[in-house]
Nanobody, 114 residues
């Protein structure tokens, strides 16, 4: 049973933009906080941004001013708008839902060329 499905990754030049989407099942979306993580080769998975059920938002320092997280309750979807992308943003981006337990998506590759 696939509960979180990411999309929107791809190859973009430095300075470009991408919007990632994470579609969740209704039960998962309505009862969990939602976030985006990323993992570059050789690195640990790291938080990019999260948005709580109540709408509170937090960003990693690397994402502040460039990325925007949002959630569409009608579509059970969380988005990550990424602007001014840099080569160091290259990673697999994962959607996560959590409250009582963790749920992870399969990841979507983002590659930023210099």
């Amino acid at each position: 049973q696939v509960l979180l499905v990411e999309s929107g990754g791809g190859l973009v030049q430095a300075g470009g933009s991408l919007r990632l989407s994470c579609a969740a099942s209704r039960s998962i979306f309505s009862d969990n906080h939602m976030g985006w993580y990323r993992q570059a080769p050789g690195n640990q998975r790291e938080l990019v941004a999260f948005i709580t059920i109540g709408g509170a938002i937090n960003y990693a320092d690397s994402a502040k001013g460039r990325f925007t997280i949002s959630r569409d309750n009608a579509k059970n979807t969380v988005y990550l708008q990424m602007n001014s992308l840099k080569p160091e943003d290259t990673a697999v981006y994962y959607c996560k839902a959590w409250r009582l337990r963790d749920y992870w998506g399969q990841g979507t590759q983002v590659t930023v060329s210099s």
